[in-house]
T-cell receptor, first 114, second 111 residues
Framework: QQQVKQSPQSLIVQKGGISIINCAYE??????FPWYQQFPGKGPALLIA?????SEKKEGRFTISFNKSAKQFSLHIMDSQPGDSATYFC?????????????FGTGTQLKVEL | NAGVTQTPKFQVLKTGQSMTLQCAQD?????MYWYRQDPGMGLRLIYY???????DKGEVPNGYNVSRLNKREFSLRLESAAPSQTSVYFC??????????FGPGTRLTVL
């Protein structure tokens, strides 16, 4: 059972356009929602993250929108650039005794075309 | 600082063979994690170690064992590899509840 559902699976956007990736979750124990960016042959790297008591977080061209009542959150990439072409994963954190367990979405492969 | 390092980068095994994937971090993090990444499945947690001396199962632990050798090192062992374990394996570390940092991955093929 996929606890974090992510869509779309793939996305093609023109340079300068807006990329939007959506995620939904069920587990109300999740307390932190990061987005990871992964380039081919590399490990995922943290891009931006949000806590559920905030409805929006912006860092440069990247914005997370969070809807707690709907249990949904999304990543918006403004002015998308070819260098943004990568796979993006949403995730949700559940705290454990001492560590943190991340549940990942299935990923969105973004291609930004010139 | 190298961050999180993993060895080997690539490995091909035959069904039934065993191997150990190595992971080390130089950030003095307490917590370490092993994930597997499969197409269309995202990353799934295999095992994690909240601190030196402790390990716990994640979402997909069957067929794997782990050892937290010391604070720096966390290894993943496949005792009898199966084709279903063909995957890319990522190790990660974090300081408690903070951001997880990932290694470059090990691409494993089981024939």
């Amino acid at each position: 059972q996929q606890q974090v559902k992510q869509s779309p699976q793939s996305l093609i956007v023109q340079k300068g356009g807006i990329s939007i990736i959506n995620c939904a979750y069920e587990n109300t124990a999740f307390d932190y929602f990061p987005w990871y960016q992964q380039f081919p042959g590399k490990g995922p790297a943290l891009l931006i993250a949000i806590r559920p008591d905030v409805s929006e977080k912006k860092e440069g061209r990247f914005t997370i929108s969070f809807n707690k009542s709907a249990k949904q959150f999304s990543l918006h990439i403004m002015d998308s650039q070819p260098g943004d072409s990568a796979t993006y994963f949403c995730a949700a954190r559940e705290l454990t005794g001492g560590g943190n367990k991340l549940t990942f979405g299935t990923g969105t492969q973004l291609k930004v075309e010139l | 600082n190298a961050g999180v390092t993993q060895t080997p980068k690539f490995q091909v095994l035959k069904t039934g063979q065993s191997m150990t994937l190595q992971c080390a971090q130089d950030m003095n993090h307490n917590s370490m994690y092993w994930y597997r990444q499969d197409p269309g499945m995202g990353l799934r947690l295999i095992y994690y170690s909240a601190s030196e001396g402790t390990t716990d199962k994640g979402e997909v632990p069957n067929g794997y064992n782990v050892s937290r050798l010391n604070k720096r090192e966390f290894s993943l062992r496949l005792e009898s590899a199966a084709p279903s374990q063909t995957s890319v394996y990522f190790c990660a570390s974090s300081e408690g509840f903070r951001e997880q940092f990932f290694g470059p991955g090990t691409r494993l093929t089981v024939l």
